[in-house]
């Protein structure tokens, strides 16, 4: 697939077409190497022992992670009895076949796919001085003819004269399977997937939002079993069965009023997706959502500063509400267990009261622990290759966010996820 353009795409399927067709010479050189080009060099070996290849490549773990390479490309090389010269931190790219050659932009598939056409390339060709420069630079026995092919002494001193300029030596057998170890025990993610999550990332994320604490009016003591059998009646029916509500639900306490408000801010910024999604918020609303929600606390803090003031006095009275009902009960039938502790063998309505004060110790609670536990908790997570995949996402998307389109988002997200 030889090309006389200047500018071109070089991709991982045309380089292997590329050094498929070499009959001397492959130099390659970049921060990694994938499948293709590196099977295409593999065969070489194969098919003849009279080209001379070599390669260097940056063998590091976070060079496969940006996936400038694959370990099962290195791995195709070994076997083959090429071992490529380690360059730690080579980001250029450099191919030459005979005496052709090109200078290219390396692709970390994390970030993007390959370019399949020169309508977007990523090489520039060399003309036959720039190989002939590059191969004295890259390549031993490039050197070594290149000297003995000089026309005159000078030229031939110069050449001698030029270091070599990446890597001189292949990478150890431990640090290759060091690396090794490390990409096996926790394998790279699929890169098309990562390509079509970060389409959404600039968009979006999943947020949850809590308030813990502030319903007061829904707090209920469950009444210990040992005053339940002492017996009931429908004076306080509405709130005293086997739980007693603490709060009047119309109370002064409840948060009724800072559960609309929050709801309010769930709906203008943080739309469902639907159960199987969550709540979602558009990125450049984050900052509003973030001022509401600061506004919200200030509003949170004075109600807890209300509640604060007068909650253990309404505790207390709701108490008082209990033993005022169970009292005279006791006194009707008191319990075995007052009985059995009784010296005169009939409890006063002292020991009763005191009964009772202790038997509801162990559930009535204590005012600065309900205020204590209000909070408004916020929770911020990135989207997920998963979420994003289900069938459903882009209509719940359009359909959360109406004014928005996202046509061109998931004409992306479609193209990110192209096999390369």
Known sequence: MRTSAIFTALSSSKLASLISQARHRVCY???????EAAIAIANLTERSGMVDIT??????EHTLRMGYGSLTALEALRNAGIHPMHSAGFRSAVLIVDTEGWVFTPTALYLEAEPHSDATPNAVRLTETQVNEML????????EEAIYNATTPIEARRIADTALEIGEEPLDEYSFEMVKQAIELAPPVKFDVARQVRVFEPYLQYVELTLSGAAIQRHRVSIPKTIQLLGSSKDIEGRLRTTFDLIEKS???SSKTLDAELNDIRKNFTPSLGKDHGRVVLKN???HLIKRLQEFRQKLKAHQE??????QARLDESRKQVVEYYLPLAKANPPDVLLGQSLSGTPSEKNILDWLEKELDSVFPKAENMIHEMSLEERFKDVTYETLNQTDFLESIKKAFPLVNWDK?????????ETT
């Open 29 to 35: 050189a970049a921060p990694g190497i994938q499948n």
């Open 55 to 60: 390669v260097f490549l940056d063998i590091d």
């Open 136 to 143: 004295i630079r890259l390549c031993p026995k490039a050197r």
């Open 251 to 253: 109370s002064q306490f």
């Open 285 to 287: 609303a984050k900052p």
């Open 306 to 311: 209300k509640v604060e003031k007068e909650l």
């Open 409 to 417: 988002a998931y004409s992306e997200f479609k193209a990110a996820g």
